[in-house]
Nanobody, 122 residues
Framework: QVQLVESGGGLVQAGGSLRLSCAAP????????MGWFRQAPGKGREFVAA????????YYADSVKGRFTIDRDNAKNTLYLQMSSLEPEDTAVYYC???????????????WGQGTQVTVSS
């Protein structure tokens, strides 16, 4: 079992920045690939970004490419999502997730956090 706890969400004006964190206590963080997803009201869960176990490969949704950066610190058991040039369309609950194996851009992850709200005002 992997527990994931997101933090760093909040209210920000369009054009601003936020940094989300996802803490995963325990010694197994490094064996999982990690992803960020988001879900806006009335919409399905959407892939945002993913990173392989050792950070060698990263993936982004086209809608966030060039604005968001995913990173991880395996020594601190923590995943990050740096979000810049935020737009009102980025408003959603953001979830981190962990999985072993391939298919990082689909929601087929093994473990999920509880989510953190990001609201971007225009």
């Amino acid at each position: 079992q992997v527990q994931l706890v997101e933090s760093g969400g909040g209210l920000v004006q369009a054009g601003g920045s936020l940094r989300l964190s996802c803490a995963a206590p325990g010694r197994t963080f490094g064996i999982y690939s990690m992803g960020w997803f988001r879900q806006a009201p009335g919409k399905g869960r959407e892939f945002v970004a993913a990173i392989c176990r050792y950070g060698g490969s990263v993936y982004y949704a086209d809608s966030v490419k060039g604005r968001f950066t995913i990173d991880r610190d395996n020594a601190k058991n923590t995943l990050y999502l740096q979000m810049s040039s935020l737009e009102p369309e980025d408003t959603a609950v953001y979830y981190c997730a962990a999985k072993r194996g391939v298919g990082l851009t689909t929601p087929s992850y093994d473990y999920w956090g509880q989510g953190t709200q990001v609201t971007v005002s225009s």
